[in-house]
């Protein structure tokens, strides 16, 4: 099983330097990176090799996109009892937690001191947002901020902490219960992915668009860290398919 997209994303790749193929969610400078990348393709049945000519070549717009797709499709036919907002780089201050951001940034800007002492870090735009329409009798309420996705193709350390401080800051600043701040990934690494994972909670969980590829690819190739760092995840519930992500905010 793997995310209803994993297939048409995941594929081959041409390097610029010279050409030879490489998967497309391998880091190319990286041979563990790539072995695993390979097995993950072998798994969906991408063959060998074959450069796919409808892949996206810009992979991160295309999962956030591919996300905001299924979920928009998934979750009303999961739950269809809540009427669901899913959006795409919405700012937070549009929804019910974070609504006095907006005007706090009124004040920011008319203020250089609390302007240069506050920045407009606060105002998040997730890479796709979860909402559900409250029963208010006010026709200007604001959604409720069910859950912030943020997608990542591959992970990288400067990646990890852009979502770390973004979902921080949605800690800090909200008024109200916190959405499920999740990350999906098509990383192949699950040391990579344990960096993202592991923490203090700024992350509920990471969903991997082809869980079952990177098991079947890390028993087949990864190395003894690669083994124990997978079943680290898995087993505290912070690795899972993506296919539980819209059934998990369905029920939740």
């Not at 800007?109 to 890479?127: C, E, H, M, Q, T």
């Not at 509920?204 to 680290?232: C, N, P, R, T, W």
């Amino acid at each position: 099983m793997s995310a209803p997209f994993a297939a048409q994303l995941l594929g081959w790749k041409k390097l610029k330097k010279n050409g030879n193929p490489v998967p497309n969610s391998a880091d190319s400078s990286s041979t563990p990176s790539k072995a695993l990348a390979i097995a993950i393709l072998e798994h969906l049945g991408v063959e060998p090799e074959v450069i796919l000519s409808g892949t996206p070549k810009d992979l991160g717009p295309a999962l956030e996109r591919a996300v905001q797709a299924d979920l928009e499709k998934a979750l009303p036919e999961t739950d269809p009892s809540r009427t669901w907002q899913i959006d795409h780089k919405k700012v937070v201050a549009d929804f019910a937690q974070d609504a006095h951001l907006g005007s706090l940034k009124k004040v920011v800007r008319k203020n250089p001191v609390l302007s240069a002492d506050l920045g407009f870090d606060y105002l998040i735009r997730p890479d796709v947002t979860v909402g559900i329409e409250l029963d208010s009798p006010s026709a200007e309420s604001n959604p409720f901020l069910h859950a912030a996705v943020s997608c990542k193709w591959t992970i990288r350390s400067d990646r990890v902490q852009n979502i770390r401080h973004e979902f921080l800051q949605m800690i800090r600043h909200r008024r109200g219960r916190l959405p499920h701040l999740v990350t999906v990934t098509a990383e192949p690494m699950p040391s990579r992915i344990a960096a993202i994972a592991r923490g203090t909670g700024e992350v509920d969980a990471v969903y991997h668009i082809a869980f079952a590829a990177l098991k079947e690819a890390v028993e087949a190739v990864g190395s003894g860290q690669q083994k124990d760092d997978l079943a680290e995840c898995v087993s505290q519930g912070r690795l899972r398919p993506y296919e539980e992500l819209a059934p998990t905010l369905a029920t939740w």
